[in-house]
Each structure stands twice: as C-alpha cells, then as structure tokens.
C-alpha cells in the first residue's frame, strides 16, 4: 500500500500540471510556448539562486536551520528574499522576451507562464524528489541504522521519516497539495508580473518579490517549530489572497471556432499511430531495428563466453588470455548493456532524425496538416510507433540475452531482468524524444541529425557528472546492469521519475516550436 500511495502521489504531481496545461489550451487557445518560457524562467532562477544562497551563507548571513539555531527569524527572512528576488528576476526576463514577440498579450497568456514555472517545480521538487527519498528510505527500511555512519541528528531524522512512511503513508498527499499551493503562487506572481508589463507599471513585480518571500520565509520559519499540517494550514493561509486576486482577474472563455472534440483528437491520433506503424514497416526500418538488436542479445553472452578462447586462437596473444579472467553472467549482461547503449543511441538518432525535418523537408508535413490533424497529434504519433519499435525490438533482444546467458553461464532472475529491459526502453525513449525535438527544430535531415547527436550527447555528459548523473538516462543504465543478478539492488525511483520528466519536457518543447513554424 505505501509504494501504491507514493507511486500514485508522484504521477500526480508530475502529471497534474500537464493536465492543467492542457485544459488552459484547449479552452483559451494559448500557445504552448508561454508553458516552455515558463519553465525556463525557473529553471534558470535556480542558475543563479542557489549559488546566492551559498554565498550568503559564506558571509554569515544565512545561518544553520533548526529550532535552536540562532538568527533563526533572519535567516528565513534572507531566504525569502533570495527566493522571492531570484524568480521574479527570471519572470521578468521571460515576459520582457514574450512581449517582444507579442505573444503574451492575454491574462490566460500569463496564467500558462506560471504553469510552466510552477509546473516544473512540482515535477522535480515534488515528483522527483519525493521518489528519491521513497527509494533511499525503503532500501533501509529493515536495516539496523546505527551501522550506517550517520550523526544523532541524522539518525533521528531518518527514523522519524521510516516511522511516517510506515505508519501514515498517506502524509504524502500533503505533498501533493503543497505543490497545488506552490502552483498556485507563482501563477498568481507570474500574472503580477505580466500585468507590470501589460500597464507599464514597477509596483505589481515589487508586489511578487514580497509575496514569494513572505510566503517562503514564514513557511521555513513555521517549519521549524511546528508539524507539517500546521505549517500546510499557514502556507494555505498565506495563499489565499492571492488565489482571490486570481480568480477576480480570470477571463471569460476565448469565443473561438470549436475545435475537433478531444474525442476525435483522440482518434485520430490513433489512425496517425497506426500510419506511422505502417510506413516503419514498409520502409523496413522496424525491422532493421528489430534485427540489430536482437543480434544484440543473442551476440553478447557469446563474446562475453569466448573472449578468451578467441584470444588463445590469435598468435602472440595466448599470454594476455590468462589475464583474462573466467567469464560470468555478469560479464555476458555488463556486455549487452554496453553493446546497446553505444550503438543504440546512434540507431535511435538515425531512425529519427527525419521524423519531422525530412516530411518538412519533402513537403508532405504540409499535406498531411491540411487535413484535420492537430500538430501535438502529428508529433506525439512519431514518438509512440517509435516507442512501439522500440518496445518490441527490446523485448526480444532482452529474451534473446536472456536465453544465451541461461545456456552459456547460469540462470538469471528473470523478472528483474526483464526489467532491467523495460528501463532500457525508457533509456531509449529519452534519447527518441530528444531526436525527435531536434526533427522539429531542424530545417533539413542533416540538421537534425546534427542538433539530435547534439542533445545526445549533452545528456551523456551530464549523466557522467556524479551530483546530477542520477537524473539523467546514464542512471537507467547503470540501475539496469544489476538487474538479474545476486543480490538486491535498491529501486532507484529519482532515475525513474526524472528521466520520464525529461521526456515530458522534451515533447512539450517539440509541440511548442512545432506551433510556431510555418509548412
């Protein structure tokens, strides 16, 4: 029951802003671009915000944080304004580029925008982080805690957080509607700051900075000193006003033409899909996908098992085979996860980087739009039959690894196993939704090649960097080469929930620029 509940309150929390994204779009026609800018704006506050607060905290003037800690009442209150200062910047910059652009003329316009800001802060500080701590606590849940190395402190903070877990694993909901408050402030200071710039006025951003900061510091100060319902109850307190504001300052539904009906959006998603399917199969391209990695599979226990013996057989090179230690399962698995991740990533770039770029190219992007196709639908249709490939292609390279390294070494677990390919479905799902952004980006098939390889491998570089890598699809990997094997491996739900945040991003952003390109 508490993995269902956390389970339950992460896709929430990541999926909930989506949803209110959508439901704003579809009833006020506003682009979703206004949603992109917005999760620019807080992901780039936090480039320069966090490194404030470290160095606020070199100065002195961010003190410890504890109920006995001294300066206490300051340190919240520097905190609120570093915040409070640090995203009303961001915001500032975001609407001085959208009114540039005059595409942020409307109140809905400025609502999306704080969607966006405050969506991407329920995703990770909520979604993902929450999973994290899921996963790091549910690994030593049955662990003797005073063998871990942890201070007093520590030590009684992670057993008071084992003993909620345990015993109201719901508390995890007060999460959820932490961030639906959260949400709902920065789209009341992201409409404060639209309207500065719609009046030409300074007192509405001035006005955001002190909100976020009351807010803010109040909450870390309660935080300290009373339980996290009490302080939920005061942070609710705090909010309301401006949630009043809001709903005094909502505009009455766009009068435009009405649109196909989510129902038949739907369904002709699914005649896209199939379209898709189709042409992958004509064109053979499933197929090849499908063969190589099933070459995967089967190849690699055998180059794991025969290494050394193929090494006997060369001239000259019989020392280095004694060097060579026995092959293990481990080795035949350690050598499939190696053989897909270097090559797969460059299939999957291949496969689609002409998804968008090549019918723009081609003009059929254009004939087929002329029908009644929303453009979300014409991209997300790309994405799912290559998902679909994908899923298929690793399914059967999985089994056929499996098989292999059953018959040449020892018999793995298989469910685990079996998961461990799931997590490389979602590795390569990454980097499809990555190619297929580069697709929409790009003016040619070369482009987008390039632009795809590009993001690739900026996302294998940041997985490789060790504070970050555990969001990024090097994690899947490296969670996926234990699966099978002896011994417990700790489910890492931080990898899990980010990298399907990473997605998400990356096919919003898709559809944002899709919008605005001319066929």
Same mark, same amino acid.
């Given at each position: ?41 807080f *992901? ?45 910047? !961001? ?12 595409v ?6 400025g ?9 991407? #802060? ?30 007093a402190? #520590?030590?009684?903070? *992670?057993?008071q957080?084992?003993? @909620? ?25 992201s ?32 935080a300290q ?5 009490w *302080? ?16 005094r ?57 025969f ?9 000259? !090179? ?5 060097l060579?230690? #026995?092959?293990t ?7 499939y ?11 999957v ?10 019918e ?69 799902? *990454? ?18 090649a ?26 899947? @990997?490296?969670?996926?080469s ?38």
């Amino acid at each position: 029951m508490t993995i269902f509940l956390f389970t339950i309150a992460v896709l929430l929390m990541i999926f909930i802003p989506l949803g209110l994204a959508i439901w704003l779009r579809r009833r006020y026609r506003v682009p979703w671009l206004l949603f992109c800018v917005g999760i620019l704006t807080f *992901v780039g506050s936090q480039t320069y915000h966090i490194p404030l607060n470290n160095w606020l905290g070199d100065l002195g003037m961010i003190g410890p944080i504890g109920p006995d800690a001294p300066n206490l009442w300051r340190t919240a209150v520097i905190l609120g304004l570093s915040a409070g200062l640090s995203e009303t910047i !961001a915001r500032v910059v975001g609407y001085w580029f959208l009114f540039r652009k005059k595409v942020a003329e409307r109140v809905e316009d400025g609502v999306l925008v704080g969607l966006g800001h405050g969506g991407i #802060e329920a995703m990770v500080i909520g979604g993902v982080f929450t999973a994290g701590s899921l996963s790091s606590l549910w690994a030593v849940r049955n662990m003797d805690l005073s063998t871990l190395g942890m201070t007093a402190a #520590e030590l009684t903070a *992670v057993t008071q957080q084992l003993s @909620v877990l345990q015993e109201t694993p719901w508390l995890v909901f007060v999460a959820v509607f932490e961030r639906l408050m959260a949400m709902t402030l920065h789209v009341t200071i992201s409409v404060l700051v639209w309207r500065a710039f719609k009046r030409r006025q300074v007192w509405p951003v001035l006005l955001g900075v002190a909100y976020h900061a009351i807010v803010d510091g109040t909450a870390g100060y309660a935080a300290q000193f009373l339980d996290t319902l009490w *302080v939920e109850l005061i942070v609710l307190a705090l909010a309301l006003p401006g949630a009043f504001w809001l709903w005094r300052q909502w505009p009455a539904p766009t009068k435009t033409q009405p649109g196909l009906g989510w129902q038949n959006e739907l369904r002709l998603l699914g005649t896209a899909v199939t379209h898709e399917l189709n042409q992958q199969w004509r064109t053979r391209r499933a197929l090849v996908m499908v063969a190589v990695f099933v070459l995967f599979g089967l190849a690699s226990p055998l180059i794991a098992k025969f290494t050394p013996e193929m090494l006997k057989s060369v001239p000259g !090179a019989e020392q280095f085979a004694d060097l060579v230690p #026995e092959p293990t399962a481990a080795d035949a698995v350690s050598q499939y996860i190696k053989n897909l991740t270097q090559f797969g990533f460059v299939l999957v770039i291949l496969l689609g980087m002409g998804a968008v770029a090549g019918e723009k190219d081609k003009g059929t992007a254009a004939i087929i739009l002329s029908k009644p196709l929303p453009r979300w639908a014409f991209l997300l249709s790309k994405f799912v039959a290559q998902g679909v490939v994908y899923f298929v292609a690793l399914l059967l390279g999985t089994l056929g690894a499996y098989y292999y390294t059953l018959v040449l070494f020892e018999p793995l677990a298989f469910g685990p196993f079996l998961f461990g390919g799931v997590l490389l479905w979602l590795w390569a799902l *990454v980097f499809t939704a990555v190619t297929l952004l580069g697709s929409t980006i790009g003016k040619s098939t070369g482009g987008a090649a390039g632009i795809a390889l590009l993001g690739a491998v900026l996302l294998l570089i940041l997985g490789s960097i060790p504070p970050v890598g555990q969001f990024f699809p090097s994690a899947l @990997v490296g969670w996926a080469s234990q699966l099978g094997l002896p011994g417990d491996v700790p489910f890492n739900g931080a990898a899990l929930s980010a990298n399907g945040v990473l997605i998400v991003v990356f096919l919003v952003t898709a559809v944002a620029l899709f919008e605005r390109q001319e066929i």
